[in-house]
């Protein structure tokens, strides 16, 4: 069964960088656009960064500057760097793959996801 398995979510304080992992199999790895989404109670999942294939990435306009997003293909880990966290960026954090290389904010194309990992920043 395809899964990916995200890792990595704590509590921090406000301030402190925090790197979440997701494991992705090889064959997502290799074939997808890979995303970061975020969600809080009573909310819509917010996109929060995209790579594709080519590396080329994208932010959303909250984290850009803070957080970076890479992969490591030898591993098949998708990566999201988080630095100077802000007790806004409390949330869980979720990874997923989409084919679709234009819309890659919008969680509806996205066609498999993680289960999350919590991630809380006490101001």
């Known amino acids: 069964q395809v899964q990916l398995e995200e890792s990595g979510g704590a509590l921090v304080r406000a301030g402190e960088s925090l790197k979440i992992s997701c494991l992705a199999p090889l064959r997502t790895f290799g074939s997808y656009t890979l995303g970061w989404f975020r969600q809080t109670p009573g909310t819509e999942r917010e996109f929060v960064a995209a790579i594709k294939r080519s590396g080329q990435k994208y932010y959303s306009d909250s984290v850009n500057g803070r957080f970076v997003v890479s992969k490591d293909n030898a591993k098949t880990t998708l990566y999201l760097q988080m630095n100077d966290l802000k007790p806004g960026d409390t949330a869980r954090y979720f990874c997923?793959?989409?084919?679709?290389?234009?819309?890659?904010?919008?969680?509806?194309?996205?066609?498999?996801w993680g289960r999350g990992t919590q991630v809380t920043v006490s101001s």
């Open positions: 997923a793959r989409t084919r679709n290389n234009v819309n890659y904010a919008r969680a509806d194309l996205y066609d498999l």
